[in-house]
Structures are given as C-alpha cells and as structure tokens.
C-alpha cells in the first residue's frame, strides 16, 4: 500500500487547526452529487471550470458569462464528440445534473443554548439521521448558438417544499462577441460579482425563521455582507424578511433582466439590470422597480494568478416594508458594495463590503429603526487533496428594535465558519443549528 | 410524391453539403495579420489554462491536473505529446489542429466552435513561441495500413507482445491501468508529476484518440513526456505484429476493427 502524500497526511491536521481556531462544531459528513452535465457534455473533468464546486476558476466564470459557451466561442452546444447518429440519451443528459444534499448525521446542542431549560430537563441534546435533505435538478446549456438557459428544480425534504429556484434564459454576443449578454427570467444577480453569492460556500445553508413569531431559529451560512442586516423589514406580503436572508443584489434569486458585457477586453465588465424586486417569491406588488448597476475590473495575465475587483450600487423602490402601528408603509431599500478576489494557484481570498440605507421610513417607525447598516465579510479556501477548507468571516452591523435583547459579539453579529469537504463533493458544516433566537418586533 | 430526378438533386446537394462542411479551409499565410487574429481568439478561449505567454500557467490551468498530471502545454518549452511524428519531433500542423478540434478527453474541450481558419490563425499564434517551428518541418512517420481484419490467432499474438513488451507493467495484466509501476505511484512525467497509466478497457478517455489508426500512431509515436515510449523500432518491418497488437488491445475493450 503506497504510502500518503505529505498534503493528505496534514490534511486532517489542517481541519482540525481551523476547526478549533474558528469556535464552530459540526459533525462533517458527505453528501452526494451528481457528476456535473457540462462536464459530461465537453468529456471534462469538473476541475476544468471549479476550484472547488460550486466556486468556478477563471475559466467557469468566462464560460458562465458566455452563456454555457465556452470562453470566446458561440459553440452553441457543439462539443465536437458527437458523431452523426449518435442522437440519443446523452444529448438529454448533457443538460441535465442532479444533486443530493443534506448531513447523514445532525447534532443539536439545545442544552448549550438553553441552560435554565437544560437544568429544569425541558431541553435535550439530539442527533438525528438527515441524508438527503435536498435534491436539486438542473437543466442547463445552450438551446443554440448563443442562446442558453438555466433551470434549477429544488425539492427541500425538511420544508416539504418543491419549486424553482432559478430559471432563465440568456442571449449572448449581442453586438459583437462579448458586447451584450442578456438573461432574463428568474436569477442571482450577483453571479459575476467578484464574491458571488451562491457560488461561495461549499453547501448552501440557509436562513431559517418561525412564520408565526417571526423568531430567527437559524443563521443561514452566506457571506453576512449580502444579508439583510435589518430586523423589522417585512415584504409587501408582511412576511418578515430574515435578517440574515441575502437580498437585493446579492439574492439567490429575484426575477428581471439585466445586460451585461466585456465591449473593451477581458479586463472590464459592466453590468445594468432591473428587478422585480420585492421581495416576493412570484408576481411584483410594489408599483415601481428595482435597478442595479456593477462594475468589475479583472486582471489575469500572470503566471497562474488572477484578480478582480468589483463594485455595485442597488436602488430599491418601495421594496420592503415597516411597521408603523397604524399598518405597514412602503420603504426604499438600497446597497452599495464592492468586492476583491485573489487567486493564486489553488489558494482563493475573497472580500466584500455592503452598505444598506432604508430611504423613506415613516416618522412613527423611526426612532425603532437605524437607517443603516454595513456587513463586511472574508473568506478563504484552500483544496488539500482530497478535501477543501473554506474559511469565512462574516460581520453585520445594523438595526435591531429595542425590546430584542442586546446581541453578542461573535455568536450573531460575526459568523465564523470552516467547511471542508472533499475536492469534487461537498459537506456540510453550519455555523450551529438553532444558533441563537431573538423575538422580531 | 418527389420525382425522381429531383431526389437525386436532393441527394446530391446532400452529399455537396456535407463533403463542404467537413472540408478543411484553406490555411492562411503565416502574417502579421494572421498572428494577430490568432492571438485574439488565443487570449478570449485558450489563455485561461495555456497562459498568456504560452507557458501552460494561466489562472485557471493549475486545477486541471492539481498535484497530478497532465498539466496544460507550455508551448515555448515543451515538447508535444500528440503527434504523428517521430518521438522527439514537433508536431505537424494538422497534429495541431486535430487536438484543437477534437479536444482531449478529459482535460480540453473540443473546440470545433472556432471556425476552421480560427483555428490555423491560433495555431499560428502558439507556434509563434517556438523557434524550432521556424527551423524544422516535422513530417509525419509512414502507417502501415490495417489488413482486413483482427483474427483470433492475431489478438493472441497480441497477447503475446502485450506481455513481452512489458505493456502489463504499467497498463495492468488486462489493461485497466493498474500495472505495478502505476500502482507503486512511480509513474512520472517530464514535470516529475505524477501520472496514471491509461485504462485500456475505456476507450472514451484515450487521449490520443480511440481508432485503431489513432492507437497504432500512438505506439508509433509514443507520448513525448510521459512514460509512454515509441515502439516504432521494435516493430520496424513487423507491421502485421504491429497490428496484432492494436487489435489486442482493443479486444480489451471490445472494440476492434473501429
């Protein structure tokens, strides 16, 4: 039996070093995913286009921004591996992947949350089987030359919950090759941001909130600068909008359009769009729109070394709502951010700062509410065969009424967290389940 | 109901359309014009791995292979893998332009999406770094041609010669790439990574292609940088064994005569 490599052998060290530093427990267990369809339908391995998946390399980001094209290319879905005749299975499963998600294994800490409730034994710790939570189907590709789509179908076992999550359509090199991009349907608008909402950690966790009480049960783990921030904003719909739920330009998904485009090289992209914008998961009830605007400056011309630069300003139009005692009232939420990403090897920094305003709030909501709010958030991976660290630091710094007890520094407003997991798979490790709860307004 | 002279016009607009659309263009002269174009489709679709000088480290090459090989090609120093020129010698232009078209499974997509004249201004553009393209016209080893057919008595000649040149060392006693050295984590290429035999048993992941005119060029040539040597001395004037060993091999996969 050969013996390990150096890497593989300091790996388990590596996790534990940082496991410990950060403060965070979690059992790590894998779940499973599908071999990837445009690794299929190009004959690639998945290292082609990711780091680590779900974050894309420099070459993924060009092929995404193309359209499912391959970088400088209007393949529409020529590979060049298929024969005349050869029309069969594969040409459906090229477009298509699937994903199980979920722990094999969940411990709750209740009683280290919970000690009066522990002592008086109205609390337990527990562990439960939970494999798989989630199933995913993806369909995406390109229908033809230079037009593409997208569609991800999430079946959430846990919330008994089935719908689409993103779906839209894209029209590519408008104009010329890489003038104009267009996708229209229902999106992440930061997906060509330099610190990319979705495309960060290694297993999407999300936010979770009691619908009657508006109690947040847990932190999602995305990065806390494309969160909420504020407590007490509602949706059109009075639906509390979790404080820890990315939103505006950083959301996983809201429906509109944008354009986006690199006229002048590789070095510079911009991006317009408009959306929806409220909040909601179907439909617009505000009366006005959303608009959204980003720069991104690259920079890839070294020896195995990339960067970018990013910046965005979000303008909300009655997009959110407030309590005002006598009913809800409109308010214009808004964002500014910008991001920096390094990539040198298989080494990745990212960094990304926010800045929310809340325009219009009404006079009786006033003194509950801070008008601003600012999240700033690090993270860090590094693959060590066969698994990958993720480092994130997250910081959120906003509104909270004044009944809700004061939060305390590093359990809500800093969220520290490590994942790991294998280099072509993922696992989970959240921040904790159940984190900390708190009453809304 | 069609006429029959107009099916036959039908049928030969057909047979026009597809001998046109797999005609190769012309290539263009090598000018200031051609580099130029070829190294702007060169920076837009291959740079992100190969590098912007060419040197194999762009932004994204490194997770290819990570700490394994193969890693993207250094066309200013390296030498090609493949080819159907003699072991040590630069590639043909049409060697170029075949793995640009058809990819390489695995690790570089095929990219047919450029048009055919994309193509040789690319490859145009990548030579550029190489002198020795200026000073060498690589020419192609001569093929035998495939006799009619595998036999049984052949594929186990075959066998024979799969043992004999010590194949099974590196490929496995059946070809599935588990040979001692391989498993030993001996197996290195010019960059000291390490690397894997290939699986004889699935055709689909042969890097050089999965004919067996694309396997007899493979053993011809051998794979320049990597511990695939050219057999083209132990089979000089023997093609017929030569063949019988193409046909064992791809007896392992059960695809001979393809």
């Given at each position: 039996m050969s013996r390990p490599s150096a890497a593989a052998a300091i790996a388990p060290l590596v996790m534990t070093v940082f496991a410990l530093v950060s403060g965070t427990y979690a059992v790590s267990v894998p779940s499973a995913e599908a071999i990837p369809a445009f690794a299929r339908k190009y004959t690639m391995n998945c290292a082609v286009c990711h780091t680590a998946p779900p974050r894309l390399n420099t070459f993924?980001?060009?092929?995404?921004?193309?359209?499912?094209?391959?970088?400088?290319?209007?393949?529409?879905?020529?590979?060049?591996?298929?024969h005349l005749g050869d029309l069969s299975l594969d040409d459906f499963a090229n477009h298509t992947g699937g994903r199980l998600r979920g722990n094999m294994l969940r411990s709750h800490n209740f009683k280290r949350q919970s000690p009066p409730a522990a002592e008086a034994g109205t609390v337990h710790n527990n562990s439960e089987l939970g494999f798989p939570e989630i199933f995913s189907l993806f369909t995406a590709g390109s229908l033809t030359k230079n037009i593409g789509f997208f569609t991800e179908l999430e079946s959430n076992m846990e919330e008994s919950s089935t719908g689409i999550e993103r779906a839209f359509v894209t029209f590519n090199n408008l104009g010329g090759t890489n003038v104009a991009n267009i996708r229209i349907g229902r999106m992440d608008p930061s997906a060509t941001?330099?610190?990319?909402?979705?495309?960060?950690?290694?297993?999407?966790?999300?936010e979770s909130m009691n619908t009657s009480t508006d109690t947040v049960q847990r932190a999602g783990l995305f990065p806390l600068a494309a969160s909420a921030k504020f407590y007490g904003l509602r949706n059109r719909s009075g639906t509390a909008i979790s404080p820890y739920a990315p939103s505006l330009y950083n959301a996983v998904a809201e429906t509109g359009i944008e354009v986006r485009g690199r006229p002048f090289g590789d070095w510079f992209m911009y991006q317009v769009g408009m959306l929806n914008g409220a909040n909601e998961t179907f439909g617009d009830s505000n009366k006005g729109k959303d608009f959204y605007g980003a720069v991104r400056f690259d920079y890839a011309r070294s020896a195995n070394f990339s960067a970018s630069l990013s910046a965005f300003a979000y303008l909300g139009n009655s997009n959110a709502t407030v309590l005002t005692g006598a009913g809800q009232a409109d308010v214009n939420w808004h964002r500014y951010g910008m991001a920096a990403h390094v990539r040198y090897k298989m080494f990745d920094l990212y960094g990304m700062y926010t800045l929310d305003r809340i325009a219009h709030v009404p006079t009786a909501a006033l003194a509950n509410?801070?008008?601003?709010?600012?999240?700033?958030?690090?993270?860090?991976?590094?693959?060590?065969?066969?698994?990958?660290?993720?480092?994130?630091?997250?910081?959120?710094?906003?509104?909270?009424?004044?009944?809700?007890p004061k939060l305390r520094r590093g359990s809500d407003q800093t969220i520290r967290a490590v994942q790991c997991g294998p280099v072509c798979s993922k696992r989970l490790q959240p921040p904790t389940s159940r984190r900390r709860q708190c009453s809304g307004p | 109901m069609?006429?029959?002279?107009?099916?036959?016009?039908?049928?030969?607009?057909?047979?026009?359309?597809?001998?046109?659309?797999?005609?190769?263009?012309?290539?263009?002269?090598?000018?200031?014009?051609?580099?130029?174009?070829?190294?702007?489709?060169?920076?837009?679709?291959?740079?992100?791995?190969?590098?912007?000088?060419?040197?194999?480290?762009?932004?994204?090459?490194?997770?290819?292979?990570?700490?394994?090989?193969?890693?993207?090609?250094?066309?200013?120093?390296?030498?090609?893998?493949?080819?159907?020129?003699?072991?040590?010698?630069?590639?043909?232009?049409?060697?170029?332009?075949?793995?640009?078209?058809?990819?390489?499974?695995?690790?570089?997509?095929?990219?047919?999406?450029?048009?055919?004249?994309?193509?040789?201004?690319?490859?145009a553009y990548l030579k550029s770094w190489n002198s020795a393209f200026e000073e060498e016209t690589p020419a192609p080893l001569t093929f035998p041609s495939a006799p009619p057919g595998p036999t049984e008595a052949g594929i186990q000649h075959g066998r024979h010669l799969y043992v004999k040149l010590d194949c099974r060392v590196c490929h496995g006693d059946n070809g599935e790439g588990d040979g001692p050295e391989a498993t030993a984590g001996h197996l290195r290429d010019a960059d000291n990574l390490r690397i894997r035999a290939t699986n004889l048993t699935d055709p689909s992941a042969w890097k050089n292609g999965a004919s067996s005119h694309d396997l007899l060029r493979t053993l011809m040539t051998g794979l320049d940088g990597t511990p695939m040597p050219s057999y083209a001395n132990e089979f000089d004037g023997q093609e017929e064994a030569l063949w019988d060993l193409v046909w064992y091999i791809q007896s392992l996969s059960g695809q001979q005569g393809r």
């Amino acid at each position: 039996m050969s013996r390990p490599s150096a890497a593989a052998a300091i790996a388990p060290l590596v996790m534990t070093v940082f496991a410990l530093v950060s403060g965070t427990y979690a059992v790590s267990v894998p779940s499973a995913e599908a071999i990837p369809a445009f690794a299929r339908k190009y004959t690639m391995n998945c290292a082609v286009c990711h780091t680590a998946p779900p974050r894309l390399n420099t070459f993924g980001e060009r092929f995404l921004e193309n359209g499912y094209q391959l970088p400088g290319t209007e393949d529409g879905g020529i590979t060049a591996k298929k024969h005349l005749g050869d029309l069969s299975l594969d040409d459906f499963a090229n477009h298509t992947g699937g994903r199980l998600r979920g722990n094999m294994l969940r411990s709750h800490n209740f009683k280290r949350q919970s000690p009066p409730a522990a002592e008086a034994g109205t609390v337990h710790n527990n562990s439960e089987l939970g494999f798989p939570e989630i199933f995913s189907l993806f369909t995406a590709g390109s229908l033809t030359k230079n037009i593409g789509f997208f569609t991800e179908l999430e079946s959430n076992m846990e919330e008994s919950s089935t719908g689409i999550e993103r779906a839209f359509v894209t029209f590519n090199n408008l104009g010329g090759t890489n003038v104009a991009n267009i996708r229209i349907g229902r999106m992440d608008p930061s997906a060509t941001f330099s610190f990319s909402t979705l495309r960060q950690q290694l297993e999407l966790v999300g936010e979770s909130m009691n619908t009657s009480t508006d109690t947040v049960q847990r932190a999602g783990l995305f990065p806390l600068a494309a969160s909420a921030k504020f407590y007490g904003l509602r949706n059109r719909s009075g639906t509390a909008i979790s404080p820890y739920a990315p939103s505006l330009y950083n959301a996983v998904a809201e429906t509109g359009i944008e354009v986006r485009g690199r006229p002048f090289g590789d070095w510079f992209m911009y991006q317009v769009g408009m959306l929806n914008g409220a909040n909601e998961t179907f439909g617009d009830s505000n009366k006005g729109k959303d608009f959204y605007g980003a720069v991104r400056f690259d920079y890839a011309r070294s020896a195995n070394f990339s960067a970018s630069l990013s910046a965005f300003a979000y303008l909300g139009n009655s997009n959110a709502t407030v309590l005002t005692g006598a009913g809800q009232a409109d308010v214009n939420w808004h964002r500014y951010g910008m991001a920096a990403h390094v990539r040198y090897k298989m080494f990745d920094l990212y960094g990304m700062y926010t800045l929310d305003r809340i325009a219009h709030v009404p006079t009786a909501a006033l003194a509950n509410f801070d008008t601003s709010a600012s999240g700033l958030s690090v993270a860090c991976d590094r693959p060590y065969a066969p698994l990958t660290a993720i480092r994130q630091h997250g910081y959120r710094r906003g509104s909270q009424p004044a009944h809700v007890p004061k939060l305390r520094r590093g359990s809500d407003q800093t969220i520290r967290a490590v994942q790991c997991g294998p280099v072509c798979s993922k696992r989970l490790q959240p921040p904790t389940s159940r984190r900390r709860q708190c009453s809304g307004p | 109901m069609m006429h029959a002279k107009h099916l036959k016009y039908a049928a030969l607009l057909i047979v026009t359309g597809l001998c046109a659309s797999t005609a190769q263009a012309v290539k263009p002269a090598t000018n200031r014009d051609t580099l130029m174009e070829g190294r702007r489709i060169y920076e837009q679709a291959c740079a992100w791995c190969h590098g912007i000088g060419g040197e194999g480290d762009g932004p994204a090459g490194w997770f290819i292979g990570r700490y394994t090989s193969p890693r993207p090609r250094n066309f200013v120093n390296d030498g090609y893998k493949l080819r159907s020129t003699a072991s040590g010698e630069l590639p043909t232009d049409q060697n170029l332009f075949r793995v640009i078209t058809q990819g390489i499974p695995g690790v570089m997509p095929a990219y047919r999406s450029l048009n055919e004249r994309e193509r040789w201004q690319v490859i145009a553009y990548l030579k550029s770094w190489n002198s020795a393209f200026e000073e060498e016209t690589p020419a192609p080893l001569t093929f035998p041609s495939a006799p009619p057919g595998p036999t049984e008595a052949g594929i186990q000649h075959g066998r024979h010669l799969y043992v004999k040149l010590d194949c099974r060392v590196c490929h496995g006693d059946n070809g599935e790439g588990d040979g001692p050295e391989a498993t030993a984590g001996h197996l290195r290429d010019a960059d000291n990574l390490r690397i894997r035999a290939t699986n004889l048993t699935d055709p689909s992941a042969w890097k050089n292609g999965a004919s067996s005119h694309d396997l007899l060029r493979t053993l011809m040539t051998g794979l320049d940088g990597t511990p695939m040597p050219s057999y083209a001395n132990e089979f000089d004037g023997q093609e017929e064994a030569l063949w019988d060993l193409v046909w064992y091999i791809q007896s392992l996969s059960g695809q001979q005569g393809r």
